[in-house]
């Protein structure tokens, strides 16, 4: 009986060392080299009043990171000094202005101009039960006032004002920092484009591009880019 | 005699110390599922095999971190505008949907004029100076209120601040105003004769306020 006793007690002590690390921090980040800021992405090449991935949309992806991975869609000025994001991410280290996010990916919703950039802090934060799952995101400026708006799942989740910046170079792609170890997967299936008429259609043109050593962007269609690991089909 | 009876009992450091292992065990043991459960997730294909390297200058296309564009300070051999090319300035000119201002001062004049750029889809122009000064001319949107939304940008951004010259609104970003790097250097924004006016440079904003002022004119 002792012995039942005496198992008991070992088992939940046990018990209590596996939930404590399972709900601990994940105290890695501070021992990584998180190296540069690489990138993988696909673009149609034109620009446009606004960028789409829909149907079924970006997969989110809920990982171990050891510094930061983002998937986005993303508008740019030719110049470089303006920019609109949106997507999700998750890092220990934060960046782009964000807080380090707590274990879930959560959406994020970025801009920079002129060098600055702006993030928003109040996003929604992916649940246990929500990952992985494909999700619909866009920016546009359909009315060409200089207000991008960013919907998720076709809800508006704000906005904010680039001044003259109305339309631009598009492109899909994700991020990570190259030697962290951090997976870059993405899936952007379902790309769109806004025309001048305010439509969203289909790319019509894709390109890979990046400069990660190790994934790589494989256009499946004009509609749908992957970046992983491996080779492109 | 009863001391022979009594089972056999581990000192208490014994004990603290075994159950301390045991806490280790099961939090190492967790540890490890989450690294098999994080690092593989059953979406993420492809974990293994032969890497392809990907690279072809694009520049930081879509970045707003330490590689992004606009933390990036264009070499003289670099271009202005993605997707653009170089044209005359009378060529630019006839392009653009408006006026492309001149500035007259030391730091960007016609006589230090090196390049103009036009990238012709979304209607950018771009002015670059053997000073280093560099200036990008947008379409502003007719109707839309230039201190309005300077006042908005400078607030989201928070950094900066408005100033004014010859009577029109201007954004004032010293370098490192938002951090270390960002911007790399400083820049001003005003809108002029129905286009937005950045101009940038390694050089103080008086300097680059004395610039927009001669655009103003």
Request: charged share 15%; net charge negative.
């Amino acid at each position: 009986m002792r012995w039942v006793v005496r198992l008991c007690v070992l088992s939940l002590v046990a018990m209590a060392g596996f939930v404590g690390g399972l709900t601990s921090g994940w105290p890695r980040a501070a021992a990584v080299d998180c190296g540069n800021f690489r990138e993988q992405y696909f673009n149609p090449g034109t620009t446009w009043r606004g960028v789409k991935v829909s149907s079924p949309g970006m997969r989110v992806s809920d990982t171990v990171v050891d510094c930061s991975r983002i998937s986005w869609v993303f508008v740019r000025n030719a110049a470089g000094t303006k920019i609109v994001n949106l997507g999700w991410y998750e890092t220990e280290i934060g960046e782009f202005g964000c807080n380090p996010t707590a274990g879930k990916p959560k959406v994020l919703r970025i801009k920079q101009v002129n060098g600055i950039g702006t993030c928003d802090h109040n996003t929604h934060e992916y649940g246990t039960n929500e990952t992985p799952t494909n999700d619909d995101f866009s920016i546009q400026d359909d009315n060409q006032d200089g207000v991008w708006e960013y919907r998720r799942n076709g809800v508006l989740v704000g906005s904010y004002d680039l001044g003259a910046f109305t339309n631009g170079i598009l492109g899909a792609g994700s991020a990570r920092y190259g030697a962290s170890g951090d997976s870059m997967y993405g899936n952007f299936d379902g790309l769109k484009r806004m025309g001048s008429a305010g439509n969203w259609d289909g790319w019509n043109s894709n390109t890979g591009n990046g400069d990660d050593p190790e994934y790589i962007s494989c256009v499946h269609s004009n509609t749908w880019g992957e970046v992983k690991l491996g080779s492109c089909p | 005699m009863s001391s022979n009876s009594q089972p056999h009992r581990w000192p208490l450091w014994r004990r603290v110390a075994a159950m301390i292992a045991v806490f280790a065990f099961g939090w190492i043991t967790s540890t490890a599922v989450r690294s098999l459960g994080g690092e593989g997730g059953g979406d993420e294909p492809g974990d293994t095999g032969a890497t392809v390297p990907v690279s072809e200058g694009g520049g930081g296309f879509g970045g707003t971190g330490p590689a992004g564009p606009a933390s990036e300070i264009p070499g003289a051999a670099d271009p202005l505008l993605l997707g653009g090319s170089v044209v005359p300035l009378d060529e630019a000119a006839a392009l653009a949907s408006y006026p492309i201002s001149m500035p007259s001062d030391s730091l960007a004049s016609s006589s230090s004029l090196t390049q103009v750029w036009i990238q012709r889809e979304t209607g950018e122009v771009a002015l670059r100076f053997s000073t280093g000064i560099r200036i990008y001319f947008a379409e502003w949107p007719a109707g839309k209120d230039p201190a309005e939304s300077l006042e908005q940008q400078a607030s989201d951004a928070g950094a900066g601040w408005i100033d004014a010259v010859a009577g029109h609104p201007v954004w004032v970003l010293p370098m490192n105003a938002g951090g270390d790097g960002f911007p790399p250097q400083a820049n001003v924004t005003l809108v002029v004769g129905g286009a937005e006016v950045n101009i940038w440079g390694d050089a103080p904003t008086d300097g680059l306020l004395r610039v927009a002022s001669s655009l103003a004119k």
